[in-house]
């Protein structure tokens, strides 16, 4: 490897390191680019063209990394109650989910009496979630939307359940009735 791809290489590391910072060291994310370099080489042993390499190796270490940070952030995280230091099936009086999280509805008939004190629109954002036929409407990704005919930026929350809902979220603004309603019973 000449000086300007060990560069090039590095400079590259640095400025996306922070994409996968929590789970790689820099070192590591350094080492996986020689690796790259040396796969390009071995790979396309006809191309012996300096520029030509070069570019293969660039295309190769920036692909390399998309895929790095894209499959952490695609992955589900787990996060368990003993890894909170929780006592896991021990018992609920030392785990931390436990003291730290107390619901004040004990089951579905005080689920019922909760709802039915809310405004009719809070009832119904409350019903997509209670609802047991795991609506499709809440499977879908959010939309994007064009704001100023050119950037696309993806929907708000409240701009979703208004769409599922069938209500202008310019005119309505269901996340803020929804925090109203539990700040007041709580």
Known sequence: ???????WLIKT???NFWRVSKWYELDD?????YLCYYKVKSKYPTATDAPHQMALF????INFI?????????????VLDTDLGGQGDDGPEGSVL???IECPLGGLAEFAAFASKAPQR???VLKLFASNDDSPALRSAYRRRRVAGRHLVR?????????ILGYDSNAVNLIAELRAFLQTTS
Not at 29 to 33: R, S
């Open 13 to 15: 590391a640095n400025a």
């Open 1 to 7: 490897m000449d000086d300007g791809a060990r560069g």
């Open 122 to 124: 809070v009832r119904e």
């Open 155 to 163: 929907e708000t929350t409240n701009e979703r359940f208004c769409r």
């Open 98 to 100: 436990a003291n730290t």
């Open 58 to 61: 660039k295309v190769t270490y």
């Open 29 to 33: 994310l350094i080492q996986d680019g």
């Open 66 to 78: 998309h895929d790095l940070a894209t499959s952490r952030t695609r992955a589900v995280v787990e």
